[in-house]
Nanobody
Framework: QVQLVESGGGLVQAGGSLRLSCAAS????????MGWFRQAPGKEREFVGR????????NYAESVKGRSTISRDNAKNTVSLQMNSLKPEDTAVYYC?????????????????WGQGTQVTVSS
């Protein structure tokens, strides 16, 4: 069992930056790939990016590529999402999630543990 708790959301102006963090409890954190997803009101949950268990591989959605960086610290059981040049369309609840799937996947069904989410609001 892995419990995930996100933090770092808030209100930011367009063009600004935010760093979201996700703290994990449970054993063998490094055995899980970690993903970030977001969900805006009235829309489906959307893949943002993911990082492999050992942190050597990252993948990003086209909508955030070049503006976002995912990193992890397995010694501290944390994963972070740094988002720059934020746009109003980035407004959503952001979730971190854990997957035992070794290869890259953006399918939320392949992520088995989820945090409760943190709200990010970008004003124009």
């Amino acid at each position: 069992q892995v419990q995930l708790v996100e933090s770092g959301g808030g209100l930011v102006q367009a063009g600004g930056s935010l760093r979201l963090s996700c703290a994990a409890s449970g054993r063998i954190f490094s055995s899980y790939a970690m993903g970030w997803f977001r969900q805006a009101p009235g829309k489906e949950r959307e893949f943002v990016g993911r990082i492999s268990g050992n942190g050597d591989t990252t993948n990003y959605a086209e909508s955030v590529k070049g503006r976002s960086t995912i990193s992890r610290d397995n010694a501290k059981n944390t994963v972070s999402l740094q988002m720059n040049s934020l746009k109003p369309e980035d407004t959503a609840v952001y979730y971190c999630a854990a997957s035992r799937y070794y290869y890259y996947t953006s399918n939320p069904d392949q992520y088995i543990y989820w945090g409760q989410g943190t709200q990010v609001t970008v004003s124009s």
